[in-house]
């Protein structure tokens, strides 16, 4: 039976990385990239496109292989839960207020003021 032996999630500057081992040798890597706008973090996150290492020779994976596989994805709501914990978001916040027009942030106008 493969079970998954170590589980690593790496947040940087709106990108990211879960690395997990498996007990049969394999490294599963899968990148996602994420961003903050008005809605707060967006993740771009394609499960399908994990990098399997040490299955290079295999052509078709078997039902327990794809069972495992399916147990290393992440649901959208977990990384965001995450990234929201991370000090990369807090600054990825900061510099997106920052670009914004506050009046247009605030839903008010420059009109309003005089």
């Not at 961003?35 to 290079?56: K, L, R, S, T």
């Not at 914990?85 to 005089?114: C, I, M, W």
Request: net charge negative.
């Amino acid at each position: 039976m493969i079970a998954i032996q170590n589980e690593q999630l790496t947040i940087g500057y709106e990108a990211g990385l879960i690395e997990t081992t498996l007990s049969n040798g394999w490294t599963i890597k899968q990148c996602f990239q994420w961003y903050v706008d008005y809605d707060g973090v967006q993740v771009e996150y394609d499960p399908d496109a994990m990098e399997v290492i040490g299955a290079e020779d295999i052509e078709e994976y078997s039902a327990e292989q794809r069972a495992v596989l399916a147990e290393c994805e992440w649901d959208i709501t977990d990384l965001k839960t995450e990234i929201y914990s991370s000090t990369y978001y807090r600054e990825a916040k900061q510099e997106f207020k920052a670009s914004l027009n506050p009046h247009a942030y605030y839903g008010v106008s420059e009109k309003d003021f005089y």
